[in-house]
Nanobody, 126 residues
């Protein structure tokens, strides 16, 4: 079973930047699509960004509309790690962020992961 561990969350001020990291175990990581999910109290879980086993394609990366131009997802298969660079953070970005993996990219885009980490909290103050 693959395990995913997220780091990089914290308390920041609006306009600041953070980089989240998700490191996975297992030899299959390079062949897994990855996504960053966030969930805030009273809100639906949301696929923030996703990236396929190949970083760039016609359908990868994916970003939810609210973070386009501000967030960037990337991966380093040599380190078994996927990153989420978050710039110009807003109060509305406050949420619990976790990463998910799936062998099938489209299922991951639909919110279905096979493995996920325990997450990291991002809190943006005004």
């Amino acid at each position: 079973q693959e395990q995913l561990v997220e780091t990089g969350g914290g308390l920041v001020q609006a306009g600041d930047s953070l980089t989240l990291s998700c490191t996975g175990t297992g030899r299959s990581f390079p062949g897994k699509a990855m996504a960053w999910i966030r969930q805030a109290p009273g809100k639906e879980r949301e696929v923030v960004a996703a990236i396929s086993w190949m970083s760039w394609s016609s359908t990868s990366p994916y970003y939810t509309e609210s973070v386009k131009g501000r967030f960037r997802i990337s991966r380093d298969n040599g380190k078994n790690t996927v990153y989420l660079r978050m710039n110009s953070l807003k109060v509305g970005d406050t949420a619990f962020y976790y990463c998910e993996s799936n062998r099938i990219y489209n299922k991951l885009l639909g919110g279905t992961g096979e493995y996920w980490g325990r997450g990291t909290q991002v809190t943006v103050s005004s």
